[in-house]
């Protein structure tokens, strides 16, 4: 699933195509992709201009002239592309967006499905889903971040994964965070002190630069907008590394489930007091 880096890798190369660019018309080849009613999508999107692109956690936000809020979350396997318009389209390729001018056209994307685009107009106030996150997780201050773990009895990782409290983070960069802080996934969040609250906001914010350089992380499908692959998955020391030694220890890297969420840790590491 793409997480923070990978969205942000998405929109910055999204912004260096798209920004003036006027969208021309559009075909929604399935409508499972688009929460709108096809016809009404089509109307506020065709022909207007492409001002801005830019993100809440894993949110893709695509900001137009006549107040046209675009708003995409790709969840597993969601794709924006950006594709020769003589290719003929896959099949799983769902939403195609003409731009005026251009020799490309932007292509969602999508094997499972699980993704959408929608459009929110800010005059029906239906903003909600976005105001329900919590703060970015690579804008949130160490002060904010011990702040917010002090009241919470539950599990570290559980509340590191909770969109509402920190936006941004999923599986991989949760689990690769906690390792390099040396805190154990299942340690009740208002247990940490203060110095462990530190670390792992810096290991956090680390962590997630590292990967936006090394544009994402590719396990399986992500793929940024010109098909790049990213190149985090060779800094993992933890995720997707089950049974290797640990590169601090040497001890097994472990893997349990942590709220349903298969989990990676170093046993030595990351001890559960
Ligand atoms: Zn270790």
Same mark, same amino acid.
């Given at each position: 699933?793409?997480?923070?880096?990978? /969205?942000?890798?998405?929109? &910055?190369?999204? =912004?260096?195509? %798209?920004? $003036?660019?006027? +969208?021309?018309? @559009?075909?929604?080849?399935?409508?499972?992709? /688009?929460?709108?009613?096809? &016809?009404?999508? =089509?109307?506020? %999107?065709? $022909?207007?201009? +492409?001002?801005? @692109?830019?993100?809440?956690?894993?949110?893709?936000?695509?900001?137009?002239? &006549?107040?046209?809020?675009?708003?995409?979350?790709?969840?597993?396997?969601?794709?924006?592309?950006?594709?020769?318009?003589?290719?003929?389209?896959?099949?799983?390729?769902?939403?195609?967006?003409?731009?005026?001018?251009?020799?490309?056209?932007?292509?969602?994307?999508?094997?499972?499905?699980?993704?959408?685009?929608?459009?929110?107009?800010?005059?029906?106030?239906?903003?909600?889903?976005?105001?329900?996150?919590?703060?970015?997780?690579?804008?949130?201050?160490?002060?904010?971040?011990?702040?917010?773990?002090?009241?919470?009895?539950?599990?570290?990782?559980?509340?590191?994964?909770?969109?509402?409290?920190?936006?941004?983070?999923?599986?991989?960069?949760?689990?690769?965070?906690?390792?390099?802080?040396?805190?154990?996934?299942?340690?009740?969040?208002?247990?940490?002190?203060?110095?462990?609250?530190?670390?792992?906001?810096?290991?956090?914010?680390?962590?997630?630069?590292?990967?936006?350089?090394?544009?994402?992380?590719?396990?399986?499908?992500?793929?940024?907008?010109?098909?790049?692959?990213?190149?985090?998955?060779?800094?993992?020391?933890?995720?997707?590394?089950?049974?290797?030694?640990?590169?601090?220890?040497?001890?097994?890297?472990?893997?349990?489930?942590?709220?349903?969420?298969?989990?990676?840790?170093?046993?030595?590491?990351?001890?559960?007091?």
């Amino acid at each position: 699933m793409p997480e923070l880096p990978e /969205v942000e890798t998405i929109v &910055r190369g999204l =912004r260096r195509k %798209l920004i $003036g660019k006027k +969208i021309g018309p @559009i075909r929604v080849l399935s409508r499972q992709v /688009v929460v709108d009613p096809p &016809r009404r999508f =089509r109307q506020a %999107l065709q $022909g207007a201009i +492409i001002r801005e @692109i830019g993100r809440k956690g894993k949110f893709i936000l695509i900001a137009c002239d &006549r107040e046209v809020l675009l708003i995409t979350h790709l969840r597993m396997t969601g794709q924006f592309l950006l594709v020769p318009r003589e290719q003929a389209p896959d099949k799983h390729t769902h939403v195609i967006f003409d731009l005026e001018g251009d020799a490309c056209q932007l292509r969602y994307r999508d094997v499972r499905k699980f993704g959408w685009l929608a459009i929110k107009n800010p005059e029906e106030g239906s903003r909600s889903l976005l105001e329900a996150l919590g703060p970015d997780a690579l804008e949130i201050t160490a002060a904010a971040f011990f702040q917010g773990l002090r009241p919470k009895k539950r599990a570290i990782k559980s509340l590191l994964l909770d969109q509402t409290f920190l936006c941004g983070l999923g599986n991989i960069y949760v689990d690769e965070s906690l390792y390099r802080a040396g805190i154990h996934p299942l340690t009740r969040a208002d247990t940490l002190s203060r110095e462990q609250a530190l670390l792992l906001h810096r290991h956090i914010g680390q962590v997630l630069k590292q990967a936006i350089r090394a544009k994402g992380t590719t396990v399986s499908d992500y793929r940024g907008p010109e098909g790049i692959v990213g190149g985090f998955q060779r800094y993992l020391r933890v995720y997707d590394r089950t049974g290797e030694a640990c590169e601090a220890c040497g001890a097994l890297i472990q893997k349990s489930r942590v709220g349903g969420r298969g989990t990676h840790t170093c046993p030595a590491c990351q001890p559960l007091h």
